[in-house]
């Protein structure tokens, strides 16, 4: 146990030294937040955050591989994790470079030397209807995933949706490479073989937790603190189980968390976005799978749950009833609009966390 607290605070004092010239570095570069303006409406005064560098992720990322490296580089799973990070972190870049300059997907262009510019993809010519019917499935999808949201500033949620999909059959061909094991332990009923069907619940279980993280990123601290004591509880519950490595893992991301939270605490001096949110709520699925205890995620992961099923149930609810479940969505800037202070909202989700990663650690021995 010693050795993962050192690990903990190497990570800790790591991330700290990186953090204040790379957010020195954010400001340079202009790499800021843009205003929610849906947001601001219905929350007013929301417009102070305007300004406050993103991509803060990124030195948590940097640790968490660096740390790795040279205490379980030798593990036969590192390389999905490095894989898992640095994928994830740079489609969660993206969306926020095209989120923050205003890019779009279709804006790729290579120039000519007469100044004009050319598509990347021909659109005119005999190419037109065979663009067109090869794009009938991903119009198809991308209008499915339209009606659920995907109307968005930065990526819309088709793309994001088809790199999330990247990762995650990334971390599935890794787990079927090792032979992991496709059974899954219920508490208090006994452990099932589930075959294939264990891999289909674990990649929809990796999108889920991927969005889920990014949506509850929504207030200073929020993400920060809940991932720590979610790491946190993971770290404790390997290390108890014999699973050292994801011990180690766990926590050299709980130092990291807990030192980008000293950035993040409100007001924030920088925001972790998806560049931080993406791979390390994909990573929690994983270090679940890892230990085999993919159930206690309901536990130890409820914020997240809750957190995106309050963003689904508000969209659908308005879609289909025409009324609001929530003032409003996520379940977070609900109670802001009841006149919650943020700092009040987000110590009180920690509590929550505290509690069902207890509850979730202790059921995890049945």
């Not at 580089?73 to 490095?82: K, V």
């Not at 300059?101 to 100044?115: E, F, P, Q, V």
């Not at 509590?351 to 207890?358: A, E, G, I, K």
């Amino acid at each position: 146990m010693l050795s993962l607290i050192l690990s903990a605070l190497l990570s800790f004092s790591l991330t700290i030294l990186i953090s204040f010239p790379f957010i020195s570095l954010l400001y340079k570069f202009n790499v800021r937040r843009l205003a929610k303006v849906d947001l601001e409406k219905a929350l007013p005064g929301r417009s102070v955050k305007l300004g406050t560098p993103i991509m803060g992720g990124t030195v948590i990322i940097l640790v968490t591989l660096l740390l790795s490296y040279f205490l379980i580089g030798e593990w036969e799973y590192f390389s999905m994790i490095a894989v898992v990070l640095i994928v994830g972190s740079i489609f969660g870049g993206v969306d926020e470079y095209i989120n923050t300059l205003g890019r779009t997907i279709k804006a790729i262009r290579i120039s000519r030397r007469n100044g004009e510019s050319k598509s990347l993809i021909p659109t005119k010519g005999v190419f037109t209807p065979i663009k067109k019917m090869l794009l009938v499935p991903w119009k198809m999808f991308e209008e499915i995933l339209r009606v659920t949201g995907s109307q968005q500033r930065g990526l819309k949620s088709h793309y994001k949706f088809l790199l999330q999909i990247i990762i995650a059959v990334i971390s599935i061909a890794f787990f079927l490479d090792k032979q992991h094991s496709a059974a899954i332990h219920i508490p208090f009923m006994g452990t099932y073989f589930l075959g294939y069907f264990y891999y289909a619940t674990l990649a929809f279980m990796l999108l889920f937790f991927a969005n889920a993280f990014g949506i509850t990123d929504g207030m200073d601290g929020l993400s920060a603190g809940s991932h720590s004591i979610v790491f946190l509880a993971y770290g404790a519950l390997a290390s108890f189980l014999g699973y050292q490595e994801v011990a180690y893992l766990c926590f050299i991301i709980f130092g990291a968390e807990l030192a980008f939270l000293y950035f993040n605490i409100y007001p924030a001096r920088m925001e972790m976005s998806d560049v931080g949110t993406l791979p390390l709520g994909m990573l929690i699925v994983l270090v679940a799978a890892l230990i085999h205890e993919e159930v206690s995620l309901l536990f130890i992961g409820a914020l997240f749950i809750i957190e995106i099923l309050s963003s689904v149930s508000q969209q659908w609810s308005v879609k289909l009833r025409g009324k609001r479940i929530f003032l409003v969505a996520p379940i977070h800037h609900h109670f802001e609009k009841l006149g919650w202070p943020e700092t009040k909202v987000t110590t009180r989700f920690w509590l929550f966390t505290v509690v069902t990663s207890l509850i979730g650690i202790a059921i995890a021995f049945f």
